[in-house]
């Protein structure tokens, strides 16, 4: 049990939930290769197989605060 308020812990505009993780818009091409790197070299898929792994793990990454934001105002925006 925390101290913050009801849902602070998980909003990402919130300074203590900064985090020094890679985000999944802004280090894209980073995670790719990293992904890439552990995928095809620890499996027997093919290259397509492979891609698809690799966006879908892409996925499971965070957003930064700021990307976060941009994604919070574009689905606003659509209603």
Known sequence: MSN???GAENDPYAPWN???KLCRYCD???IQEQLFKIIALNSTLDDDRIDEVIEEELDKFPLCPQCAKEEYYDYDDED
């Open 4 to 6: 913050l308020p009801l």
């Open 28 to 30: 894209k091409e980073e």
């Open 18 to 20: 900064q985090k020094d």
